[in-house]
């Protein structure tokens, strides 16, 4: 199983990035899937999710308004458009999967497969 995040980098505030995270290794079309992200000195906490068909997604309120969560099942991607970015945005950005039939999942420790992150920063 491999999840390998991608499109981080340095962005002024109240500019955007695009994140995407490429999936093989398990039947990507079948999995919830969550962006989740850890500043440092912070635990790692929920940011967006989609459900397997992608008719449902779930924001943190920190995030609700100025992020999208979108995936595509014929290519195994799901991706984090993130807009209007602040400081506090600041972070290591993680993709997630989980198998969770008709349940939104907001936990880090309900997801099974991980990736390794990309870093986001926002200059003020």
């Known amino acids: 199983v491999q999840l390998v995040e991608s499109g981080g980098g340095l962005v002024q505030a109240g500019g955007s990035l695009r994140l995407s995270c490429a999936a093989s290794?398990?039947?990507?079309?079948?999995?919830?899937m969550g962006w989740f992200r850890q500043a440092p000195g912070k635990e790692r906490e929920f940011v967006a999710t989609i459900t397997y068909n992608g008719d449902s997604t779930d924001y943190a309120d920190s995030v609700k308004g100025r992020f999208i969560i979108s995936r595509d099942n014929a290519k195994n991607t799901v991706d984090l458009q993130m807009n209007s970015l602040t400081p506090e945005d600041t972070a290591v950005y993680y993709c997630a999967g989980v198998w969770a039939p008709k349940k939104i999942i907001r936990t880090t420790g309900e997801y099974t497969y991980w990736g390794q992150g990309t870093q986001v920063t926002v200059s003020s």
């Open positions: 290794g398990f039947v990507f079309r079948i999995y919830d």
